[in-house]
Protein backbone atom coordinates (compact mmCIF):
# COMPACT_ATOMS: atom_id res chain seq x y z
CA UNK A 1 0.00 0.00 0.00
CA UNK A 2 1.67 3.22 -1.18
CA UNK A 3 -0.39 5.46 1.20
CA UNK A 4 -2.20 6.91 -2.23
CA UNK A 5 -5.62 6.58 -2.23
CA UNK A 6 -7.85 7.21 -5.53
CA UNK A 7 -11.24 7.21 -5.95
CA UNK A 8 -13.14 5.82 -7.67
CA UNK A 9 -11.47 2.74 -9.12
CA UNK A 10 -13.36 2.34 -12.05
CA UNK A 11 -15.58 4.34 -13.85
CA UNK A 12 -18.03 4.17 -16.71
CA UNK A 13 -19.56 7.17 -18.46
CA UNK A 14 -21.05 8.05 -21.75
CA UNK A 15 -19.11 10.01 -24.49
CA UNK A 16 -19.74 13.79 -23.88
CA UNK A 17 -20.23 13.66 -20.01
CA UNK A 18 -17.65 15.09 -17.09
CA UNK A 19 -16.42 13.01 -14.47
CA UNK A 20 -14.35 14.28 -11.69
CA UNK A 21 -11.25 11.69 -10.37
CA UNK A 22 -10.24 12.23 -6.71
CA UNK A 23 -6.69 11.55 -4.84
CA UNK A 24 -5.18 11.94 -1.56
CA UNK A 25 -1.51 11.96 -1.35
CA UNK A 26 0.31 10.28 1.34
CA UNK A 27 0.30 11.95 4.80
CA UNK A 28 3.09 14.74 4.52
CA UNK A 29 3.62 14.69 0.89
CA UNK A 30 2.90 18.05 -0.42
CA UNK A 31 3.42 17.15 -4.55
CA UNK A 32 0.43 15.73 -6.29
CA UNK A 33 0.93 13.85 -9.94
CA UNK A 34 -1.62 13.28 -12.58
CA UNK A 35 -0.79 10.59 -15.38
CA UNK A 36 -2.68 8.65 -18.01
CA UNK A 37 -1.79 5.45 -18.90
CA UNK A 38 -3.16 4.08 -22.33
CA UNK A 39 -2.34 0.92 -24.14
CA UNK A 40 -1.13 3.18 -27.07
CA UNK A 41 0.31 6.11 -25.10
CA UNK A 42 2.31 4.67 -22.05
CA UNK A 43 2.30 6.84 -18.98
CA UNK A 44 1.64 10.30 -20.00
CA UNK A 45 1.93 13.47 -17.82
CA UNK A 46 -0.66 15.65 -17.26
CA UNK A 47 0.30 17.80 -13.92
CA UNK A 48 1.92 18.58 -11.42
CA UNK A 49 0.60 20.43 -8.49
CA UNK A 50 2.34 21.89 -4.78
CA UNK A 51 0.47 22.76 -1.74
CA UNK A 52 -2.19 24.05 -4.16
CA UNK A 53 -0.19 25.47 -6.65
CA UNK A 54 0.41 24.17 -10.20
CA UNK A 55 3.45 23.88 -10.56
CA UNK A 56 4.02 21.77 -13.42
CA UNK A 57 1.73 21.22 -17.22
CA UNK A 58 2.22 17.95 -19.56
CA UNK A 59 0.22 17.44 -22.39
CA UNK A 60 -2.88 18.12 -20.87
CA UNK A 61 -6.16 18.66 -22.56
CA UNK A 62 -8.11 21.85 -22.66
CA UNK A 63 -10.94 19.66 -21.55
CA UNK A 64 -9.32 18.71 -18.30
CA UNK A 65 -8.78 20.58 -15.67
CA UNK A 66 -7.09 19.89 -12.07
CA UNK A 67 -6.55 21.55 -8.55
CA UNK A 68 -5.27 20.87 -5.11
CA UNK A 69 -7.53 21.78 -2.19
CA UNK A 70 -6.08 23.32 0.91
CA UNK A 71 -6.06 19.59 2.72
CA UNK A 72 -3.94 18.66 -0.11
CA UNK A 73 -6.35 16.23 -2.10
CA UNK A 74 -6.73 16.79 -5.27
CA UNK A 75 -9.14 16.41 -8.51
CA UNK A 76 -8.81 15.90 -11.85
CA UNK A 77 -12.05 17.27 -13.75
CA UNK A 78 -12.06 15.42 -17.32
CA UNK A 79 -15.16 16.93 -19.49
CA UNK A 80 -16.63 16.84 -23.05
CA UNK A 81 -15.38 13.08 -22.34
CA UNK A 82 -14.46 11.33 -25.43
CA UNK A 83 -13.92 8.02 -26.72
CA UNK A 84 -10.04 8.15 -26.43
CA UNK A 85 -10.26 9.73 -23.09
CA UNK A 86 -11.21 6.12 -22.07
CA UNK A 87 -7.98 4.85 -20.00
CA UNK A 88 -6.02 4.30 -16.47
CA UNK A 89 -5.82 7.66 -14.60
CA UNK A 90 -2.99 7.65 -12.15
CA UNK A 91 -2.04 10.45 -8.96
CA UNK A 92 1.14 10.21 -7.66
CA UNK A 93 2.35 12.32 -4.79
CA UNK A 94 5.82 13.42 -3.09
CA UNK A 95 7.26 15.82 -0.50
CA UNK A 96 8.72 18.06 -2.85
CA UNK A 97 12.36 19.41 -0.98
CA UNK A 98 14.37 21.61 -2.76
CA UNK A 99 17.38 20.05 -4.24
CA UNK A 100 16.49 16.08 -3.81
CA UNK A 101 15.50 13.72 -6.08
CA UNK A 102 11.51 13.33 -6.40
CA UNK A 103 10.32 9.90 -5.19
CA UNK A 104 6.71 9.11 -6.63
CA UNK A 105 4.27 7.41 -4.68
CA UNK A 106 1.27 6.26 -7.10
CA UNK A 107 -1.73 5.28 -6.13
CA UNK A 108 -3.77 2.55 -7.62
CA UNK A 109 -5.79 4.37 -10.36
CA UNK A 110 -8.94 5.18 -11.56
CA UNK A 111 -9.86 3.36 -14.94
CA UNK A 112 -12.11 5.52 -16.87
CA UNK A 113 -14.18 4.07 -19.78
CA UNK A 114 -16.09 6.09 -22.22
CA UNK A 115 -18.85 4.80 -24.04
CA UNK B 1 14.69 17.21 -19.96
CA UNK B 2 16.66 14.07 -20.95
CA UNK B 3 14.87 11.49 -22.89
CA UNK B 4 15.58 7.91 -22.16
CA UNK B 5 15.86 4.69 -24.58
CA UNK B 6 15.47 1.30 -23.22
CA UNK B 7 14.83 -2.29 -24.65
CA UNK B 8 10.93 -3.06 -25.52
CA UNK B 9 11.18 -6.14 -23.95
CA UNK B 10 13.85 -8.95 -22.11
CA UNK B 11 12.99 -12.36 -21.38
CA UNK B 12 14.74 -14.44 -18.44
CA UNK B 13 14.73 -17.15 -16.44
CA UNK B 14 14.75 -17.58 -12.58
CA UNK B 15 17.63 -17.55 -10.36
CA UNK B 16 19.18 -15.24 -13.42
CA UNK B 17 20.83 -11.91 -12.95
CA UNK B 18 19.19 -9.36 -14.96
CA UNK B 19 20.59 -6.15 -15.85
CA UNK B 20 18.05 -3.70 -18.05
CA UNK B 21 20.17 -0.69 -19.30
CA UNK B 22 18.63 2.65 -19.95
CA UNK B 23 20.26 5.19 -22.37
CA UNK B 24 20.05 9.06 -21.71
CA UNK B 25 22.74 10.30 -23.96
CA UNK B 26 21.63 14.34 -23.31
CA UNK B 27 21.84 14.15 -19.78
CA UNK B 28 21.72 17.26 -17.36
CA UNK B 29 24.18 17.92 -14.05
CA UNK B 30 21.45 18.57 -12.52
CA UNK B 31 19.45 15.43 -13.84
CA UNK B 32 19.32 11.97 -11.52
CA UNK B 33 18.09 8.66 -12.33
CA UNK B 34 15.07 6.63 -11.09
CA UNK B 35 13.56 3.21 -12.17
CA UNK B 36 10.36 2.23 -11.13
CA UNK B 37 8.13 -1.39 -11.88
CA UNK B 38 4.65 -1.43 -12.79
CA UNK B 39 2.84 -4.62 -12.66
CA UNK B 40 -0.52 -4.73 -15.32
CA UNK B 41 -3.39 -2.27 -13.81
CA UNK B 42 -1.26 -1.23 -10.74
CA UNK B 43 0.49 1.99 -10.34
CA UNK B 44 4.10 2.22 -11.21
CA UNK B 45 6.55 0.91 -7.86
CA UNK B 46 9.85 3.12 -6.63
CA UNK B 47 12.56 0.60 -7.00
CA UNK B 48 15.55 2.59 -6.83
CA UNK B 49 17.71 5.81 -7.68
CA UNK B 50 20.78 7.19 -7.71
CA UNK B 51 23.11 9.95 -9.56
CA UNK B 52 26.37 8.35 -9.78
CA UNK B 53 28.19 5.81 -9.46
CA UNK B 54 26.48 2.44 -7.70
CA UNK B 55 23.87 2.40 -5.37
CA UNK B 56 22.06 -0.85 -4.01
CA UNK B 57 19.44 -1.34 -2.14
CA UNK B 58 17.73 -4.79 -1.01
CA UNK B 59 15.95 -5.25 -3.67
CA UNK B 60 17.92 -4.10 -6.73
CA UNK B 61 21.48 -2.17 -7.77
CA UNK B 62 21.74 0.87 -9.78
CA UNK B 63 25.06 1.19 -12.03
CA UNK B 64 26.22 4.53 -13.21
CA UNK B 65 28.96 5.15 -15.12
CA UNK B 66 31.39 8.30 -14.93
CA UNK B 67 30.11 10.09 -17.76
CA UNK B 68 26.15 9.07 -16.62
CA UNK B 69 24.95 8.64 -20.63
CA UNK B 70 23.49 5.09 -19.48
CA UNK B 71 22.66 3.50 -16.37
CA UNK B 72 21.72 -0.08 -15.45
CA UNK B 73 19.14 -1.48 -13.46
CA UNK B 74 20.40 -5.19 -11.92
CA UNK B 75 17.70 -7.37 -10.42
CA UNK B 76 19.66 -10.27 -8.95
CA UNK B 77 18.14 -14.03 -9.00
CA UNK B 78 15.25 -12.58 -10.71
CA UNK B 79 11.51 -14.91 -10.06
CA UNK B 80 8.36 -15.18 -11.63
CA UNK B 81 7.04 -12.07 -9.69
CA UNK B 82 9.51 -9.85 -11.07
CA UNK B 83 7.19 -9.92 -14.73
CA UNK B 84 6.73 -6.56 -14.96
CA UNK B 85 7.75 -3.16 -17.08
CA UNK B 86 10.20 -1.40 -16.03
CA UNK B 87 10.59 2.28 -16.38
CA UNK B 88 13.61 4.42 -16.54
CA UNK B 89 13.41 8.01 -15.67
CA UNK B 90 15.47 10.86 -15.31
CA UNK B 91 14.53 13.81 -13.53
CA UNK B 92 15.82 16.93 -12.55
CA UNK B 93 16.50 18.43 -9.36
CA UNK B 94 14.26 21.51 -8.55
CA UNK B 95 15.69 24.70 -6.85
CA UNK B 96 12.09 25.10 -5.50
CA UNK B 97 10.47 23.56 -2.88
CA UNK B 98 7.86 21.25 -4.82
CA UNK B 99 9.23 23.07 -8.15
CA UNK B 100 7.59 21.82 -11.32
CA UNK B 101 8.85 18.80 -12.28
CA UNK B 102 7.76 17.04 -15.86
CA UNK B 103 8.42 13.86 -14.85
CA UNK B 104 7.86 11.70 -17.90
CA UNK B 105 8.29 8.25 -18.01
CA UNK B 106 9.74 6.87 -21.31
CA UNK B 107 8.19 3.48 -22.85
CA UNK B 108 9.59 0.83 -20.67
CA UNK B 109 10.83 -2.61 -20.33
CA UNK B 110 8.51 -5.41 -20.34
CA UNK B 111 10.49 -7.82 -18.24
CA UNK B 112 9.20 -11.58 -18.61
CA UNK B 113 10.44 -14.35 -16.36
CA UNK B 114 9.92 -17.56 -17.05
CA UNK B 115 10.31 -21.07 -14.93
New interface residues.
Given amino acids: D?G?TQTPKHLITATGQRVTLRCSPRSGD??V?W?QQSLDQ??Q?LI?Y??G?E????NILERFSAQQFPDLHSELNLSSLELGDSA?Y?C?SSV??????????????T?LSVL | LAKTTQPISMDSYEGQEVNITCSHNNIATNDYITWYQQFPSQGPRFIIQGYKTKVTNEVASLFIPADRKSSTLSLPRVSLSDTAVYYCLVGEFSILTGGGNKLTFGTGTQLKVEL
Fill in positions: SVLSYYGLFQYNERAKGLFAGIPQTPEKLFFGSGQ
